[in-house]
């Protein structure tokens, strides 16, 4: 059995880890939320590249980059402390 196969089970459990938390209303279950769609990422790239699905690299890495940015701009200011 190729391990690198059923990576894609705990790569699904994560990522609907993730969406669970990314929607609580704490800021902390956010934050580990976002982490685990960061580790989703990198699950399904590893999983895309074993098995040559480059459209999901591709996608993993755009949706990475989104949630990337999307942090960024939720950041508070330094001014409006």
């Not at 059923?6 to 956010?30: D, E, G, N, Y």
Request: glycine share 4%; aromatic share 12%.
């Amino acid at each position: 059995m190729d391990y690198l196969d059923q990576l894609q089970w705990p790569a699904m459990m994560v990522t609907v880890i993730a969406a669970w938390l990314i929607a609580s209303q704490s800021r902390q279950k956010r934050k580990i939320g976002f982490w685990c769609f960061l580790l989703s990422n990198v699950l399904w790239i590893i999983w895309g590249w074993h098995d040559g699905a480059y459209a999901l690299i591709v996608l993993q890495v755009a949706l990475a980059s989104l949630n990337i940015r999307g942090a960024r701009k939720n950041e508070p200011d330094a001014d409006s402390a």
